[in-house]
């Protein structure tokens, strides 16, 4: 048994009756003819049912809460993914386009707005307008005539004025007054001569940071983006929009952490409603993204599970109570004691063959120094029959080494013997062995009852392959399904670490296609979509099954070269991934040539992995600037760092 997860639960111990005690033959005189003592074993009876019942009825809730509540955190945990990467890639094209402005403008060879529009070099498509001012904060140029004519007196002109350091800078939401509406100022630093000569501004739609997650979502459902500085930029709620509210940015991403580990929903700061939510920082910028969905929508399923399930459990809690007070008056005479020892038997067997976990219930058996050692199964339901392959009658009697000997090396007896000694329940997850159910993951639950303990088991398998699914997602890039930064960092470190043993040559290539954003400007980000994907396609059929190619974000990828050879095999590798890279792909019916810019580092022992990544980078920019369709290999001088 390989366990994955053990943990101890503090739970008030219930007496378990011993179930060979009912198969007993009820002629026998012993003490269970005295009424006074049937009437105890009958209310003990009675008590550990409805205790069992409200156990597994609340067991049973909470895990219909908890799986309700994972489901929909998981949901909210993609979707603010998407929202993160939607918002990165709107302030990225914005981020693009005014250090195009800052550089032709401090270089010396200005463009009009209007110039650089109609060469294709900027687009609005997500801005409302694009403005440029002197250094008094006057406008000198824009794309739009509705703007304001001088920007002195805002405090983001302000921020750029006094801090030379200052890059781009996000501000508020502001009331558009002659168009109506709102705008979202993002402001950069112009200089010359080293001095402060005014700001680019792009003014955002900020609905547009937001627009279209809300589509499809349950109602009360909320997409925010707020910023660091504590102010909501963009927030989505039943169709409406709104802007400017103050929120506090690092409660909400701490809130959000309580609740993944709490699994309970917190109120909204702005409207009160309770919501479940996953909040996430935004790469490169100071915006938190967030999506929030109702409490009341998530557990509206598990509402109707739960009247279900207590309308159930009321009935056989009734049914318990109303067999214990009848065995209770017709426990005056022998025969009377034998129809309520019946009568129990059946409501026990009923309870344990209606469970839909597998249960047994074991006896400790102890050596002559009172030491436990083994158990001997006194009661099993069907379900623990079906799981060994065996009649649950065939079982009774039987010792549990006997009917599963792998128990003493796979770790299963040594936690019944610890419960049994420790008297409190524990729960371990972990893969069958020995059974029809091999290899499939398991929950085991154990409880001490008196002299022995009950073993409680759940198929748990489909949820754990469900885990592996997600855990295998959140490593690949959803549109190329090759690895994504994140499994290229942890396979780079093994990478490393395996050359840092062999003595054997690791390499690592860093690649960004040429005239990719042309691709996306004439025929359009799907075409650019399909260039991605044929370029995966075409990199992975270049390199060897060892290799480990990886996207890691826009039109760049990455091949780690483990026992990469001479450096004769590594120069006709990268000749061979040029060669084929550099061939037209079919992109909306017409043939397009998006070369390739190669740099490629090879691992120097004892180099940190930002050196190794810095050199490769700094070689493929080295080639970019060479032309198109080159490679060029880092010296290995640089090397340690």
Known sequence: MRCRNRRVVDRPLRACPDATSMNENSSARSPLTSPVTLHSALLAAAVLLLAVLGVVTQLSLDTANRNEVQRALRDTERNTQKLAVRVGEVLDRVDQTTLLVKSLHETGNPMSLSGLRAAGLVTLDTTRALLITDRRGVVQESTSPDVALNLA?????????????????????????????????????LTHDGQFDGVVVAMLDPGSLTKGFDHGEAPGTVITVIGLDNINRSRRLDGSISFGEKVDAQKVLQRSREIRETLQPFYSQVDGTARFFTALPIDRYPMVAVVAVSADAVTAGYQQ????????????????????????????????????????????????????????LMRAERDASGQAHDFVITDANRRAGA?????????????????????????????????????????VEAQAVATSMRGRWMHFQVVPVEEGVALITRDIDDRKRAEGQLADIARRDALTQLPNRRHFEEQLELAAARAQRSGRPMALVYLDLDGFKRVNDTLGHEAGDRLLISVALRLTACVRVTDLVSRLGGDEFTVILEESGTAEDRLQLCE??????????????????????????????????????KRADGAMYDAKRAGKACLRIAASASAVG
């Open 387 to 427: 799981m060994l392959g065996l009649d649950p009658a065939a079982m009774i009697g039987r010792r549990a080494t006997e009917l599963v000997p792998s128990i003493r090396e796979d770790g299963l007896l040594d936690l019944l013997l610890t419960v049994l000694q420790r008297q409190k329940p524990m729960d």
């Open 576 to 613: 061979r991934i040029l060669a084929q890279l550099s061939e037209p792909h079919l992109l909306a019916g017409q043939a397009t040539v998006s070369t390739p810019s190669l740099g490629m580092a090879v691992y120097l022992p004892g180099e940190s992995l930002d050196s190794l990544r």
């Open 153 to 189: 007196d805002e405090d983001d002109f302000k921020r750029h004025l006094h801090d030379p350091a200052l890059g781009l800078s996000i501000g508020a939401p502001q009331p558009d007054h002659l168009n109506g509406g709102w705008m979202l100022p993002v402001m950069r630093r």
């Open 305 to 360: 599970t739960r009247l279900r399930l207590l309308g159930w459990s009321a009935a056989v809690a009734l049914l318990i109570v109303f067999g214990t007070l009848v065995l209770w008056r017709q426990a005056r005479g022998l025969d009377s004691s034998r129809r309520e020892a019946r009568r129990a038997k059946a409501l026990y067997v009923a309870t344990l063959d209606g469970s839909l976990d597998a249960l047994w």
